[in-house]
């Protein structure tokens, strides 16, 4: 029996939210003795690695979002035949595009010393590259299965599987590290997770949708064009978004070293682990939005999509809060305070990590309404904007980190902070986005109230006691009660409150 769009929402949600919390501590953990037992220049040279992999990952033109997109409806009709054909051509191309990032990973390699300098001294790093490369490569094979259980709704299993396998090999390598020390062996571990991970899951997908394989019938000219359509649209979404977060450290390395890329990294896994919380949850209704756009009219979209938008607000403020407040405390007790940066800095990181994300539901509304086709220009844009951005603080000011994240933080809310929701509103609800970016400028406001708040709460807290522990949790405290409050008193009398307030219900029942 099929259950329900708010029954699998709930569950998907619950799941990812306990899987995320239980592989906090392990990774954490795992970047400790990292940086303990192979040293900051390897944290530095692998960050930098993650993100070279992650401009090849273009080649994919955006063809997941758009074949899952194309998803939905014959999943609500039960239409396996369709549903084959999409597999197919998905599958096809992620192979297809597996072996072009092999290729031109290889070609890449004779460039690395561009980006690592001096560093190339250190042991390995064309074989630490390559073991990347094979890695990165490796995920196509099987990744699109993941796809399919997420349009489905049944994303808690992926969520599951995912848990198990990065405590097994993040276990593993923990020890080999210790035992061995050799950077090759743990970074053969770490990359291989999600390979391992996509090969459980398609076993499982195999056996629970036996009907996506063996068809050889192709798509419709129609079909043909309205994926055609989305991918290009899609493909600019994809430039955009790894030229304004997956260049970072390029240009950080280039310009001020893979030292920096390293220190910077501590604080990209705090925001990295926050932000792949916020999307999971996010992810959880993405099934949901999708089944949601196929059977309900444009206004009950918008109202879904200001819903949302509140409970990703409220995650996203108290996920902020942490970076600008807590981070320092995890850094000094987790590495040391030598890692710690200096204020101004953290701060210009809560506020990139705060705009980049509010706009995360927006993506998923994007994908399920099938709007890529409109996103080519403002997407160029970002990327033009955030580009010129960092060079001039970089090559101008010399403002080294600073001037990355200020590019960052410039070119997102000079383009797509407005133009994402011009486009979901005009094309997807078919009105104006006023209600958005009211709610934009009050959020705002609260958070600013928050801030406040807690800058007082933190200088009493510095007359007692210093970075630490007790610092640490005294201030937890004060973030989770300040936040949630401020939240709750602003949105008074508000259907997105009754909402939450429904949903957390839901979630409590379930829990009991």
Known sequence: MKQSRTKLAMKNVSVTGLV????????????????????????GIT?????????????????????????YQPLEDGD???LSILMRYYRLVYHAIG????????????????????????????????????????????????????????????SAINLIVCYVLLTAQIITVILYKNPLLYATLFVFTGFVSNLIVSAYVHRHYPYIYGTKERLSKADNKLLFDNVVGNFFLRVSGVVVTGTDNLFLSAFAGVIQVGFYANYVTL???????????????????????????????????????????????????????????????????????????????????????????GWNFVAVYGLGKYMKMFSVNEMIANVVASLIFLWGFHMGLRGVILGTIISTILTVSWQDPYIIFKYGFHTRPTKYFTR???????????????????MAINTHFSVGIIHFILLLIGVCVVVPICSWAGYLRTAELSYSFGLVKRLLRRAI
Do not use: C
């Not at 994919?60 to 979002?65: I, R």
């Not at 092999?102 to 073991?131: E, M, T």
């Not at 890695?135 to 993941?146: A, E, K, T």
């Open 20 to 43: 995320t919390l239980l592989n906090f501590p392990l990774q954490f953990i795992n970047r400790f003795f990292m940086v303990r037992y192979l040293g900051m220049a390897y944290l």
């Open 47 to 71: 960050s930098l690695y993650a993100n070279i992999l992650s401009v090849l990952s273009l080649t994919d033109l955006g063809v997941g979002t758009a074949i899952i997109f194309m998803m």
């Open 80 to 82: 396996h035949r369709k």
């Open 99 to 158: 072996l072009i990032i092999f290729v031109i990973g290889l070609l890449i390699i004779p460039f690395l010393h561009v980006f690592l300098g001096k560093q190339i001294s250190y042991p390995h790093v064309y074989l630490l590259f390559i073991i990347y490369l094979l890695g990165s490569v490796s995920s196509y094979l099987f990744s699109y299965n993941q796809s399919l259980l997420n349009a489905d709704q049944r994303s808690h299993i992926v």
């Open 271 to 361: 925001t990295s682990f926050l932000q792949k919380f916020i999307l999971q949850v996010i992810a959880s209704f993405t099934g949901s939005i999708g089944n949601f756009s196929v059977t309900s009219d444009r206004q009950a979209g918008e109202d879904l999509f200001h819903k949302l938008q509140y409970i990703n607000f409220v995650i996203l403020n108290l996920a902020t809060m942490g970076i600008l407040f807590l981070s320092k405390d995890i850094i000094a007790v987790w590495l040391g305070k030598q890692y710690i940066l200096d204020t101004l800095t953290t701060l210009l990181i809560g506020l990139s990590f705060y705009i980049m994300n509010y706009r995360a539901l």
């Open 440 to 458: 934009y400028v009050r959020n705002l406001a609260i958070m600013g109230i928050e801030y406040g708040l807690l800058t007082i709460f933190e």
